[in-house]
Every structure is written in structure tokens, then in C-alpha cells.
């Protein structure tokens, strides 16, 4: 059971994660797919909006908002601090990990923040 609007909903869960970002304006859920080479590790590959530039993104839980991870950070804008977690980024070679906190209500500005180097033209997330 969980609870949606103050509603309980008896509704199965996927358990599947999404990518939702500032590239579409967090309008979209973009599925993360398993990798065949790294299981249980799975990725979401999608296009920036310019480089070079930024883009923010959060992963959820069967596109529910109040299932979603966050960077372990200690302003919770950057993705930097300490923590355990999981989770990591990888735009188009240039790639960190970074720790994760969730799934839950993710704080404000609770959010991966990537710097997109000239000539990329793709963010892709890796997610173990």
C-alpha cells in the first residue's frame, strides 16, 4: 500500500527507476534499462538541451515523486559531500560518482547538477 494524495492505493509497484530532468523541463520519465554487461546496473541515455551548459536531473521510483534519490550533499544543489549511497553519471565520457540519498520527498534543490562540456550532445546515467 501507499498512500497518493491522501488516498491509499493498493496498486503493485514496478520497482523500475526513471530519469526526469531539466532537459524537458522535468515534463518526462525516461526509463533507466538494465545493462546486459553490469547487471543489476541500469542507464538512460538522453539529449542535452546545449553545450556547454548545465542540466539537473533526479531518478525515481515507478515515476513517483515521493520515491525519488537525491544527492548525498551537504547544500543538496551540487552532489558533492559525504555519505554512502548509490548511483553515478556519465556525459558522454566525462563521468563521477556520486553517493544518493532515498527513496523519498527529495529536499529543495535536491538534485544532480552536471556540467555539459562543449560538443556533447548526450547525458547518459548509469545507476547501480
Do not use: Y
Not at 550533499?73 to 566525462?94: E, H, K, N, P, Y
Amino acid at each position: 500500500l501507499r498512500s497518493e494524495g491522501g488516498l491509499v492505493s493498493s496498486e503493485k509497484t514496478s520497482g523500475l527507476f526513471f530519469l526526469m530532468g531539466t532537459w524537458d523541463q522535468w515534463e518526462s520519465f525516461t526509463p533507466l534499462l538494465p545493462e546486459a554487461t553490469r547487471c543489476p546496473s541500469c542507464r538512460a541515455r538522453v539529449q542535452v538541451r546545449r553545450a556547454p551548459g548545465v542540466e539537473e536531473f533526479q531518478i525515481a521510483i515507478d515515476r513517483d515523486l515521493c520515491q525519488r534519490f537525491w544527492p548525498c550533499a551537504g547544500d543538496g544543489t551540487d552532489g558533492t559531500g559525504d555519505g554512502d549511497g548509490r548511483g553515478s553519471f556519465l556525459a558522454d565520457g566525462v563521468g563521477a560518482s556520486e553517493p544518493a540519498l532515498g527513496p523519498g520527498n527529495a529536499p529543495r534543490g535536491g538534485r544532480w547538477r552536471v556540467e555539459v562540456p562543449a560538443g556533447c550532445r548526450w547525458l547518459e546515467v548509469h545507476w547501480a
